[in-house]
């Protein structure tokens, strides 16, 4: 169980490798940095989920995609500025005894994201 995630370039039909994730806890307006990583070949996160079932506690927390670093890096021409720069996910844990996995489904003009399992 715990937080995972994980990203899909839909514009070039790949896993977002390379793409950097942050992790934060909220609290009103408060972050509280927990994790940041470089996504691996697959577009997940390298060591395994963002937080094991003993770390995730009911509460809300903030996922950061830096979606146009990434876009950039792959060599993609965008405008200035750009229409994503980085994506900001908030959800909320209600039962940490559950699995939640937070996908990310993106190009330079769109994302899409679902509670998968």
């Known amino acids: 169980m715990g ?14 490798a390379g793409m950097r994730v942050t992790l934060y806890a909220t609290q009103g307006d408060t ?14 996160t390298p ?7 003993t770390e995730l ?4 927390y903030r996922l950061v995609f830096d979606v146009a670093a990434y876009f950039k890096a792959c060599g993609v021409t965008l405008p200035e500025p750009n229409f994503l720069d980085r994506v900001n996910l908030d959800f909320g844990v ?18 899409s994201t679902y509670r998968g399992s």
């Open 3 to 16: 937080l995972s995630t994980h990203v899909l370039d839909t514009m070039h039909g790949t896993p977002a």
């Open 31 to 44: 972050l509280k940095p927990l994790k940041q990583c470089v996504l691996n070949q697959d577009g997940r």
């Open 47 to 53: 060591d395994g989920p963002l937080l094991n079932a």
């Open 57 to 60: 506690q009911c509460g809300t």
């Open 94 to 111: 209600a039962d940490p005894g559950q699995h939640y996995h937070v996908p990310l489904l993106v190009s330079p003009w769109s994302y």
